[in-house]
């Protein structure tokens, strides 16, 4: 071990180390098993005489002579799908932007909603921020008003950097469940597919307006796992197939063109299965 950190650990107080153990606990839950493997290996020591002597805080146990360990969450700290104020909320968003004619007063609704999911995300509390970012792409996907979409394309650039750490730190945690012993994704092959094909379908947009879009292709590679490739694969190719090229066309359609290559670009880059 490093001498400046074992020398830090010695110097730590007992509340510093088990916020440390927690918070590596939630950030790479695999670590969970190994923390609790030790633990139980650990020799069960009384309390000393001069502890014993000491002012009881709130962190013992009184039903023993033993301190109570914090639990260790097995999953980051993300608020419950179920929560029925968070769904109101998220529902009530949709419904004022599918409704809203004023481009002021929906920029301003817009702007609400980034601000609420970044802020969410900066809590740590994923699920929220990504319900309301999937509010904002699924509003935008459904251009109602071409007039108001270059608004939604503002607000989405404005969250993407938050997008993209909350969904790339939700899409590689994985989940450890005491029952089976085993690890699974936070975030399931349902919901990850619901969110490839979203980003998916924001992506073509950007193509068809002439963007140079980098960062959804590389997004959507960072949130697919690998047994979510032959999907991403079947949404390329079926977009593919909509505008088969022919050889011997007179007119030559620049935008299919660009869109075609750039379809074909990524193809090539998904792993092979």
């Known amino acids: 071990m490093d001498p400046e950190l074992e020398k830090r650990l010695h110097n730590a107080s007992r509340e510093d180390l088990i916020q440390l153990l ?14 609790m493997s030790i633990l139980e290996r650990l020799p ?14 709130e962190d013992w146990d009184f039903n023993g002579d033993e301190q109570a360990l914090p639990a260790f969450p097995t999953h980051p700290i993300l608020p419950p799908r179920n929560n029925e104020t968070h769904q109101q909320r998220v529902e009530e968003f949709a419904r004022r932007l599918r409704q809203e004619e004023s481009p002021q007063v929906l920029f301003e609704m817009l702007r ?6 970044v802020s969410f995300s900066g ?9 309301l970012f999937a509010v904002l792409i699924d509003e935008r996907l459904l251009e109602l008003n071409p007039v108001t ?20 730190e939700a899409s590689s945690n994985t989940l450890f469940d005491k029952d089976t012993a085993a690890l699974s994704p936070l975030l399931n092959a349902q919901v990850r597919h619901r969110w490839l094909e979203r980003l998916f379908a924001l992506w073509l947009k950007r193509l068809d307006a002439h963007r140079v879009e980098e ?15 032959l999907h991403l694969r079947s949404l390329v190719q079926s977009e593919l197939q909509k505008h088969p090229q022919t050889a011997h066309a007179n007119i030559v359609d620049f935008s299919h063109q ?13 792993p092979r299965t």
């Not at 503002?154 to 790339?168: K, N, P, R, W």
């Not at 960062?215 to 490739?229: G, K, N």
Request: aromatic content about 6%; glycine content about 2%.
């Open 22 to 35: 927690e918070e590596l606990s939630v950030r790479h839950p695999v670590l969970l098993t190994e923390i």
């Open 44 to 57: 069960d020591e009384s309390v000393s005489a001069e502890e014993s002597d000491e002012e009881v805080t």
């Open 112 to 117: 609400d909603l980034v601000e609420d999911a």
């Open 123 to 131: 809590q740590k509390e994923g699920y929220a921020a990504l319900d």
């Open 149 to 168: 979409t270059p608004l939604f394309d503002e607000m989405i650039d404005a969250g993407m950097y938050s997008l993209e750490a909350v969904l790339t």
């Open 215 to 229: 960062d959804l292709p590389e997004l959507i590679l960072d949130v697919a796992w690998s047994e979510d490739i």
């Open 258 to 270: 660009y869109r075609t290559k750039a379809l074909e670009k990524f193809l090539k880059e998904l």
